[in-house]
């Protein structure tokens, strides 16, 4: 009986250890389902203050995206403040209120601004010319040169990009589009599978067209139907036909539509072209957001031409050249344009005058035809017209006239489309800037020897072009250096901390970074010439290396010696007159309203995380507060205390292993192998998160050494120890980890210091980080703080960002690939080895530099290292 009753006494214990277990599993679920949707808002949020920015600056007062943009902004903002009152049991309520003044003071200041016109579903062709945000790129310009009245230009209407959303936010059409893309848009994708891109052309075509949105078609198409006339229905993309992304050739033209049946789809396969696969291949390896839908329809008047093709104001393979060129077919332009039928040639110098070495007249076989029923065909070309030309003089004469006169509107060298009509008079189809030759994707092209390039292919994120010496910056300690003179910084990763200093700099490298990070976004703001993505610039270039950034092209050149003149005259005039912001400059001549706007949304006054103005007190923008917001969240996924974690004993699993690490490990979903049975042991090969897998191979690499190193001095560690009750848990207590399938946050208190690493490791680079912590040991506070220079000296030669302040050390990595961090997981699990207790061999500064060269030689064991003996033991030294 007593037995029995102690049997259930036992059972019933047993099972209410196990609920709270599994309750307190459900808090810490909850807590990184939280933390991971708060990563999600945070890049929100930081692409809104990126574009809100370049709004503010550039936009008029009646930008309706300036409105619906910072509202949407005040609202993930607003759950970024709940998550992380969540996160950090109330700690920051405080931001309650700071968010609240905030979004009072936005919210008044928008409704102050002028209001904006509400444009119809269909844009006359002439409308369209001043709304480029709604019509695209390809309808403003014939627009413009619609209404200038100086050139022949076709008649027609646009499908704005609001309404072609208002389209594919039918039915959640966009949002399975999006389901179906996500999965193949993750870390070095360049492009998209073509069964997914067949099943969104299936879904655009199955869906129906909006009443409203029918409606307007139809009254917009009418006259010209009613005329006979028929229409081409081309792509529009805002982006499309710029300075910076071209989109040549990538998206879907349908030429001689004439009923309105054929025009519906029509405007479906324009728009299913924004999905197709050269489009997104162009995307995503033009580093654009492949899911940013901003397509407008052109439906331009069909013009039966009798020729046409391509005229270009500049030679594109020798722009140094005095001369244009025309290409021309017989019949429609699309074979000109595509390049598959033999084409005439035209060379004239940029006088008009005609080169005959340059000019060649083709024999052609065939023309593309507007056909009588809709759409066109193919046919021969009957024997004796074959080689008459595309264009006769006169004709050549004035596309010539029209073209320059385009370009000196423009203000760039422009590539004109055209046609002949069947009366032989030329028509203008289109007019964009004109690639020319190592024309950056992002700017207008730099003249450069291209011996004097040194890197290419960066990411031109705030324009202009700056000279100065090479300043590489690893550590929080060398921005505190810069040095005197012009200075270009030269970054790993795009580190906020950089801000403080960025009005002392003439320019900014980064070999990781994108275009709407946070210190991208103040670059723009103080107008200094920043590139991102150029890989190897920490690497390639030398501290104090003379060098010149061209933030339109992208380019990284040997500095010129007029240009390094140039440069110390003006550091010397900054020296005396501080740089002003961009927005400052401009803030006399702006709106009142949006520079108040600017002020209360985009200006980023926090930026030393641990210094002691971060705080809730010191947000006065939306910018702080999300910065705020992702940094605080970070620390308190640090913040699993013991009595949390140990109040999970129930679920917790402890690693086996014949490494001497205790590690107790929780598995938030996908971090473990499944089990058939319970069981509280596992050996690393049941833990599958790639974070800690890489990790572990850290921990467990050959030859590292986990006892004590040799030549310190551990009895003076342990007498220290003894008396230092700040260290975190003693000798021998287990760690605690939690992963899941592509998270892991590792607190380890390790002998007489503690350490803590938290990760992100997943398939979305903007998202991945790592970040680091080590603070504490057992000897002298002198020895600990060598030990983490020696840390943070290891760490910055494997591409962290360091701060290295009395024995504390934090270091990070930011924005990066999935393979990357896990590289930089495994360097961390041999920190962990390497590390312990090594503060008893820092008896001399000299140390610091002798074990940082051992660990990156991989002499874990530091054979052969003079190891001086501790100050107190006198200047001896003896051989590890």
């Known amino acids: 009986m007593i037995l029995d009753w102690f049997r259930k006494q036992l059972a019933s214990h047993q099972e209410r250890q196990q609920e709270k277990a599994n309750r307190y599993l459900a808090q810490l679920k909850s807590r990184y389902h939280t933390f991971r949707a708060l990563l999600d808002n945070n890049n929100r949020a930081v692409e809104l203050i990126t574009d809100l920015g370049i709004r503010l600056r550039n936009s008029t007062a009646t930008d309706p995206k300036i409105t619906t943009e910072a509202e949407e902004l005040i609202e993930i903002s607003g759950e970024m403040v709940e998550k992380l ?79 072609c959303r208002f389209f594919l936010e039918q039915d959640n059409l966009s949002f399975r589009l999006v389901e179906k893309l996500q999965p193949h848009l993750g870390a070095g994708a360049t492009e998209v599978p073509e069964t997914v891109v067949a099943e969104i052309r299936d879904a655009i075509f199955a869906a129906a067209l909006p009443t ?124 000109a344009v595509s390049g598959t039928a033999v084409a005439d040639l035209f060379a004239m110098t940029r006088a008009g005058k005609p080169v005959a070495a340059g000019t060649v007249i083709a024999e052609k076989n065939r023309r593309l035809v507007c056909l009588p029923e809709g759409g066109v065909g193919e046919e021969e070309i009957p024997a004796e017209e074959r080689l008459l030309p595309a264009l006769n003089d006169q004709q050549l004469k004035t596309l010539a006239d ?69 300043r590489v910056v690893r550590s929080r300690q060398d921005l505190q250096d810069l040095g005197e003179g012009p200075i270009i910084l030269v970054l790993h990763q795009s580190m906020v901390d950089a801000v403080n200093v960025l009005a002392r700099v003439s320019g900014v490298l980064v070999d990781l970074g994108n275009p709407a990070d946070h210190l991208s976004c103040v670059a723009r703001e103080y107008a200094l010439p920043m590139v991102t993505g150029l890989r190897q610039a920490t690497t390639t270039l030398a501290d104090g290396q003379w060098l010149t950034v061209d933030g339109h092209a992208g380019l990284v ?94 679920i917790v699993v402890n690693l086996e292993s014949e490494v001497p690490f205790i590690l107790s490990i929780i598995d938030l979903g996908g971090g473990l192998v499944p089990r058939k049975r319970k069981r509280r042991r596992v050996t690393p090969e049941e833990i599958v998160s790639p974070p800690f897998k890489a990790l572990w191979r850290g ?64 398939f979305d680079p903007h998202q991945n980080y790592v970040k680091f912590r080590f603070k504490g040991g057992g000897t002298s506070q002198q020895q600990r703080h060598r030990r983490v220079q020696c840390i943070a000296r290891m760490l910055e030669a494997h591409d962290f960002f360091t701060d290295a302040r009395d024995d504390l050390v934090h270091a990070s990595l930011i924005g990066v690939p999935r393979e990357v961090i896990e590289e930089k997981l495994t360097v961390l699990g041999q920190v962990l080895g390497f590390t312990r207790l090594l503060d008893a061999v820092m008896a001399s500064d000299a140390m610091v530099e002798r074990v940082a060269e051992a660990f990156l030689a991989g002499n874990y064991h530091l054979d052969g290292i003079k190891i001086d003996k501790t100050e107190n033991e006198g200047e001896d030294t003896v051989q590890a």
């Open 212 to 335: 409203e949105l029918a409606r307007a078609l139809a009254e917009a198409s009418r006259p010209f139907f009613k005329l006979g006339q028929g229409l081409a229905v081309r792509s529009s993309a805002v982006s499309e036909d710029g300075r910076m992304h071209s989109f040549a050739g990538q998206f879907a033209t349908v030429l001689n539509v004439t009923q309105p049946t054929a025009l519906v789809t029509a405007f479906k396969e324009v728009v299913a072209s924004a999905f197709n696969g050269r489009s997104l291949a162009y995307r995503l390896n033009a580093g654009l957001d492949p899911l940013a839908f901003e397509m407008a329809v052109l439906c331009l008047e069909m013009v039966p031409a009798r020729s046409a093709g391509i005229l270009f104001t500049r030679d594109p393979n020798q722009p140094e050249a005095d001369r244009m060129l025309a290409t021309g077919v017989l019949g429609l332009g699309e074979l």
């Open 85 to 163: 009152i969540r996160l950090d049991n109330g700690r920051s309520h405080g931001l309650l209120s700071r968010h609240h003044h905030l979004r009072e003071r936005i919210t008044a200041t928008a409704a102050a601004l002028p209001a904006a016109e509400r444009l119809p579903l269909c844009l006359d062709l002439g409308r369209a010319a001043e709304a480029k945000e709604a019509a695209g790129g390809k309808a403003v310009a014939l627009g413009r040169l619609r209404a200038a009245g100086r050139y022949r230009v076709p008649n027609g209407f646009v499908i704005p990009v609001h309404a």
């Open 557 to 650: 050149c040997k500095a010129r010696p007029s240009a390094i003149a140039e440069a110390e005259r003006l550091a010397t005039d900054r020296a005396a007159a501080p740089r002003t912001t961009a927005a400052e400059a401009e803030a006399r001549e702006l709106v009142p309203e949006l520079e108040e706007l600017r002020q209360s949304i985009v200006q980023l006054n926090l930026t030393d995380a641990y210094g002691s103005t971060f705080s809730i007190q010191e947000c006065r923008s939306i910018h702080d507060i999300v910065r705020y917001i992702h940094e605080k969240a970070v620390l308190a996924m640090f913040s699993a205390n013991d009595e949390t974690l140990e109040e999970t004993s129930g």
């Open 699 to 762: 921990i467990a690499t050959p030859g590292l050494h986990w006892g004590a190193p040799g030549g310190g001095n551990i009895n003076g560690v342990m007498s220290n120890w003894l008396t230092d009750h700040r260290s975190a848990r003693p000798i021998g207590m287990p760690n605690y980890l939690i992963v899941s399938r592509d998270y892991l946050n590792l607190n380890a208190r390790m002998d007489f210091h503690f350490t803590m690493i938290d990760s992100l490791c997943g």
């Open 402 to 470: 029209w073209s320059l006169a385009i370009e000196k509107e423009a203000g760039c060298p422009q590539d004109v489309e055209w046609a002949i009509d069947a009366d032989g008079e030329p028509v203008i189809l289109q007019a964009r800037p004109l690639r020319l030759a190592r024309q950056s994707r992002t700017g207008p092209a730099r003249r450069v020897d291209p011996a004097e390039i040194l890197l290419a292919d960066g990411v031109a994120t705030s324009a202009g072009e700056a000279t100065g010496r090479a």
